[in-house]
């Protein structure tokens, strides 16, 4: 995938966040499910994470889930990416 596409799909996701909060959730589930986009456990984490961060916690159980299928190696890399993604959303 090139850089500038690459870009772009970030800012419709900082976008996504910024303006439609309870849309993270929904990103996950469609990496999750593999629903339009490549199937991705990992990029599920790090959309349910950001929805965390955000306030929403009907992602808790998924989270938790996926904590199960993910080597903590794998879940700290994640989860920095998860955050540093909600704080500069918060940033925009």
Request: hydrophobic share 35%; glycine share 4%; aromatic share 10%.
């Amino acid at each position: 995938m090139s850089t500038k596409i690459k870009q772009s799909l970030s800012d419709v996701r900082l976008m996504i966040l910024t303006s439609y909060p309870l849309s993270t959730e929904e990103l996950g589930h469609l990496y999750y499910d593999g629903d339009g986009v490549d199937q991705s456990y990992e990029e599920a984490y790090v959309w349910y994470l950001v929805a965390q961060c955000a306030g929403n916690h009907r992602t808790d159980s998924l989270v938790n889930y996926l904590n199960t299928k993910l080597i903590k190696s794998q879940r700290l890399k994640l989860s920095s990416r998860a955050l540093h993604i909600y704080t500069k959303a918060l940033s925009h």
